[in-house]
């Protein structure tokens, strides 16, 4: 993850944090039990401030987590009514949580229904998430008393955005001129697509671990995974291919 992304990630928790007058969940009698599922320990902490005083907003955190494995582990165990999930995770994304929740999600009596909140609003990552299965998607500028709503909402099953992403939702999923699911690119884990991105735009490996903070050696494996996945033999080729797909 860049250390521009961190920053936005960082601000967003303090706006979500400093956010007043959030809706009187815990006095209209509603409650909505929520795990928080973001990389960043201090967001987490920032959210877990605000939204979750139980008494006032009706929301109780019942789990964290800070990747794929955890939050899989956590979300299994706790069973709750809303997850709120970033979508850049170590261990494949949020759309990895998403493939291996898919059962508790279609449970009839007590699904388990995801809001994406994230820093990103690339348009990749919007469509990703839903169509693995999210509710919805909420960008971390979104004020507390907003999140409040929006989580309660998705526990009641309606779908939630971001205005600004709204109509290229509904655009994407409902015009002619949607592009069609790109096989390849969805074998590739939401890690090994950044990788993959800035492979394309140049950067070399050190670079990239110190972007990602990751190691080289990490960035050696996920570009191997990548090189393997989509049949390539070497990084201009992966250049060309994520060119052809304005990937870069």
């Not at 936005?8 to 039990?33: I, P, Q």
């Not at 989580?151 to 002619?176: K, N």
């Not at 096989?183 to 884990?189: G, I, V, W």
């Amino acid at each position: 993850m860049s250390d521009a992304t961190e920053a936005n990630g960082t601000a967003g928790a303090a706006e979500v944090a400093e956010a007043g007058g959030l809706a009187d969940g815990g006095a209209s009698g509603r409650h909505v039990r929520v795990v928080l599922v973001d990389d960043h320990r201090m967001f987490r902490t920032g959210v877990q401030a605000e939204i979750g005083r139980t008494a006032e907003t009706g929301v109780e955190v019942v789990g964290e987590a800070a990747d794929v494995d955890q939050a899989v582990t956590v979300i299994t165990a706790t069973r709750p009514e809303v997850v709120l999930l970033d979508v850049h995770l170590p261990g494949g994304g949020g759309v990895e949580v998403l493939r291996r929740c898919a059962g508790l999600m279609a449970d009839a009596e007590q699904p388990v229904r995801f809001l994406a909140l994230s820093v990103s609003d690339a348009a990749e990552d919007v469509i990703g998430v839903i169509r693995g299965g999210a509710r919805g998607y909420v960008t971390k500028t979104i004020t507390g008393t907003d999140l409040v709503d929006s989580i309660f909402r998705v526990q009641e099953g309606d779908a939630v955005f971001s205005p600004r992403l709204a109509g290229f939702v509904l655009d994407a999923f409902a015009s002619t001129d949607a592009p069609p699911v790109d096989e390849d690119l969805d074998r590739l884990t939401q890690r090994e697509r950044e990788v993959l991105r800035l492979i394309a735009r140049g950067y070399a490996y050190k670079e990239i671990a110190k972007q990602l903070f990751i190691s080289v050696k990490t960035v050696e494996s996920h570009v191997s995974a990548v090189l393997r996945k989509l049949q390539l033999s070497n990084r201009h080729e992966l250049t060309r291919w994520a060119t052809a797909r304005r990937l870069v």
